[in-house]
């Protein structure tokens, strides 16, 4: 993937992200930029969504305004340190996941059904749940719990912002 001004390479492994604190991470640059460039579905039809790193999410303002939440993490706990699993392994962590999710959302409507998807296809689709209304905090706990390199979370800007967790 040819780098850009507007797609920033990672190689040393430390960068700032808008309104976050400079990190530091163990995950290899380039796994680093296939999330940065992943598509972050959730929802279906008319009400879907569609979030990419960094980019503003007129559908995610707008599930903002309808809800009244002012966050959200996009999570998965599909292939643990980004370590293919079974997918039957895979789906029996996304079910943990969800009723974990549900300790934390205020109803079933903030949990949306989604899918991060590789726009290369070299890696494949990985069941995901967009959560309206979990703070940066909650989102980095849970990402953690389920051994996952990062999570997407967004505050009431509507940016997702890729968060590194190790």
């Not at 999710?101 to 296809?121: A, C, K, R």
């Not at 959560?131 to 390199?149: H, I, K, M, P």
Request: aromatic share 8%; net charge negative; hydrophobic share 35%.
């Amino acid at each position: 993937m040819k780098k850009s001004a507007e797609t920033p390479h990672w190689g040393d492994q430390r960068f700032e992200q808008p309104g976050f604190e400079k990190q530091e991470s163990k995950i290899p640059a380039d796994v680093i930029d296939a999330y940065r460039s992943a598509h972050y579905q959730a929802g279906i039809g008319r009400n879907s969504v569609t979030l990419r790193v960094d980019h503003y999410s007129e559908s995610l303002s707008r599930l903002f305004s309808a809800s009244d939440h002012r966050g959200a993490a996009f999570i998965t706990a599909c292939n643990p340190g980004g370590v293919r699993q079974r997918p039957q392994e895979n789906r029996a962590a996304c079910e943990r996941l969800r009723e974990r999710l549900n300790q934390y959302v205020s109803g079933p409507d903030d949990i949306i059904e989604g899918m991060g998807l590789d726009p290369s296809g070299d890696w494949p689709g990985e069941e995901s749940f967009l959560a309206l209304g979990l703070d940066l905090e909650v989102s980095r706990t849970l990402g953690a719990e389920f051994q996952q390199n990062a999570v997407l979370w967004a505050n009431a800007d509507a940016i997702p912002r890729l968060i590194l967790l190790r």
